[in-house]
């Protein structure tokens, strides 16, 4: 994929998160089966990086089940960091900024930018979760160097916990799949597996998105120096809406 067209793609979702950031927030009142799994098996004492923190449900369920090491929860949208500060974290620009009693940190940042984990020292985290984000990052290439930072940040042996949407094992959401040329691109200026999908709550939207397999998440893992140690599906009625994947780092 040029980058010209990794550019429109990300714009396309930078202005749809900015545009429906609210009503995207009230579809994300409770956290999903998936996330509620993953929730258990995360120590008290886990220093977390949370990529995608969208309006904070994570951390507030992290609080309230008496989590007490660092949370740092990144997103790009102001909207949605505003959202989450409203449980009481800190906003800050760069991880050695905080204070020594406050583990509940909140950044700005994109990940599409080149610099995004240079707000983090080596080895900073024990787990980092991106739940429903890699999807969103158009081109093997972009969603590859991303990983290798996220290799970076990771402890020996620290985790990367993801989820990826399905959307494609429901009709009704199939149904939402729209042609490029909406957005003025050909099917051949995209990527094997990529998709346009519409949004129809308090108006019209569009959005990129990418579907993963398991096979093509466990090249990703490979050449990115991670190992692959649990998948699973959950999440929408029939329970198969997200893949989720436990990553360790080798």
């Not at 220093?47 to 949370?71: M, P, S, T, V």
């Not at 200026?189 to 990529?194: A, F």
Request: charged residues 25%.
């Amino acid at each position: 994929m040029n980058e010209n067209t990794v550019k429109r793609l990300l714009d396309l979702n930078r202005q749809f998160y900015q545009t429906f950031a609210l009503q995207f927030s009230q579809t994300r009142g409770r956290l999903q089966p998936g996330v509620m799994e993953i929730l258990k098996r995360i120590p008290a004492s886990a220093r977390i990086l949370d990529l995608g923190c969208g309006n904070g449900e994570f951390w507030r369920a992290l609080r309230r089940q008496g989590h007490k090491g660092l949370y740092v929860g990144l997103d790009f949208s102001e909207k949605m960091i505003s959202e989450a500060s409203q449980g009481g974290a800190l906003r800050v620009k760069k991880l050695d900024a905080r204070p020594a009693d406050r583990n509940w940190l909140l950044m700005q940042a994109d990940l599409s930018n080149q610099d995004w984990d240079q707000r983090f020292p080596e080895a900073a985290f024990d787990i980092i979760v991106a739940f429903a984000v890699l999807h969103h990052l158009p081109s093997q290439d972009l969603r590859r160097r991303i990983l290798e930072k996220i290799h970076y940040l990771l402890l020996s042996a620290g985790q990367f916990i993801h989820s990826e949407w399905q959307f494609l094992n429901s009709p009704r959401l199939r149904a939402r799949i729209q042609p490029w040329h909406a957005v003025n691109l050909s099917a051949t200026d995209v990527e094997t597996g990529d998709y346009l999908l519409d949004w129809r709550r308090g108006g019209l939207g569009l959005r990129y998105v990418h579907h993963f397999d398991e096979q093509e998440l466990a090249c990703l893992a490979q050449e990115t120096g991670f190992e692959v140690l649990e998948t699973f599906y959950s999440d929408g009625q029939p329970g198969d809406l997200a893949l989720y994947q436990l990553w360790q780092a080798n």
